[in-house]
């Protein structure tokens, strides 16, 4: 079977917002683009240097995915060559292997044909990663907020627009798994209460545009930050500086290592100045969300039609 050449647009993602834990995603502009041309077998190449130590054979995770979905829908899949040029740093809290298996997802759907919804696509995508917040993000785009549980999804999409993410990369990785290591099995009925209604406004500010309440409940997590703490050794200066020059809210991207610092746009140039004159270590990236998730583009056919 052949099919016509496609590319594949994923965009990373910075997840929980501060008390959205597991639930809450926004997509940011890095990408990821994928090349998917028919070959005679499965091959995957990656562009960028710092790619280069990523598994290429069937342990490789957009070809993982590709084969459960397959095997979910019980069909073959064509072969085809990928190759992966990413701007989304690996290890980093910006949701590398979300935009992985996103892609992966949207790349069996349209080889097999599945017609899968991106309800469902996110539903596969979300049993792969483990948890739905940068899954989601990565394939509706846009602010999402999701439950997952007992292998179901149920995600809202919501557009936003009015403020930025300035995202803090210190030098080192974190690995997720040893950030959700340090997470309870159990948390107070309290703590759990309270930060699922500071979860709940925060949803609603930002549909409302309201950056300013937003900002108010989204450093009152109880979920994860406060077990993290110990791998952000500048998290509290940053939020004090941060605030100061007119940020509304820091929250930890995703299990970190990246710091997310969200402000409108209007006190831009005053947060980054500041912060990179006090963090010179990070590196600093300004980005407006984005509300287009996932997305194919067929390539142009050089023959003429006639
Ligand atoms: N919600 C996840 C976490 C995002 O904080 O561990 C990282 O994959």
């Known amino acids: 079977m052949t099919f016509s050449p496609f590319t594949v647009k994923t965009p990373a993602s910075t997840a929980n917002l501060g008390p959205g834990f597991d639930s809450i995603g926004l997509a940011l502009p890095i990408y990821q683009k994928i090349d998917v041309q028919p070959y005679q077998q499965w091959k995957v190449s990656y562009e960028h240097e710092d790619f280069q130590d990523l598994p290429t054979d069937q342990s490789n995770l957009i070809l993982q995915t590709i084969n459960k979905v397959a095997a979910a829908a019980g069909t073959e899949c064509p072969c085809a ?3 992966v040029s990413s701007e989304i740093p690996l290890s980093k809290g910006l949701g590398s292997s979300a935009a992985a298996i996103s892609a992966g997802v949207s790349i069996a759907n349209r080889l097999m044909d599945l017609g899968l919804t ?7 995508a979300s049993d792969i990663e483990g948890h739905p917040d940068n899954v989601s993000a990565s394939i509706a785009g846009g602010l999402t907020v999701s439950r997952y549980a007992d292998r179901e999804v149920t995600t809202v999409s919501i557009p936003v ?5 300035v995202i803090m990369a210190p030098e080192a990785e974190l ?4 950030s959700r290591g340090v997470l309870p099995d ?3 009925y309290r703590d759990a209460v309270l930060s699922s209604a500071a979860a709940n406004v925060m949803v609603a500010a930002f549909a409302a545009k309201d950056f300013y309440k937003a900002g108010q409940v989204m450093m009152k997590d109880s979920f994860h930050e406060p077990f993290r703490e110990n791998f952000f050794p500048d998290l509290t200066d940053i939020k004090k500086d941060a605030c100061h020059a007119g940020a509304f809210a820091v929250t930890i991207s995703g299990a970190g290592p990246c710091i997310s610092i ?3 746009d209007t006190h831009i140039s005053t947060v980054v100045d500041r912060l990179s004159e006090k963090y010179s270590s990070y590196q600093l990236l300004t980005l407006k969300p ?3 998730g996932t997305l194919i583009t067929e390539h142009q056919s050089n023959r003429l039609s006639v």
Do not use: W
């Not at 627009?161 to 993410?165: N, Q, T, Y």
């Open 81 to 83: 060559a990928l190759t």
């Open 262 to 264: 969200f402000t409108e």
């Open 161 to 165: 627009g009015g403020f930025s993410v």
């Open 290 to 292: 984005v509300n287009q």
């Open 118 to 124: 991106e309800d469902e696509q996110i539903r596969l």
């Open 175 to 178: 690995a997720t798994k040893k």
């Open 186 to 188: 159990q948390l107070p």
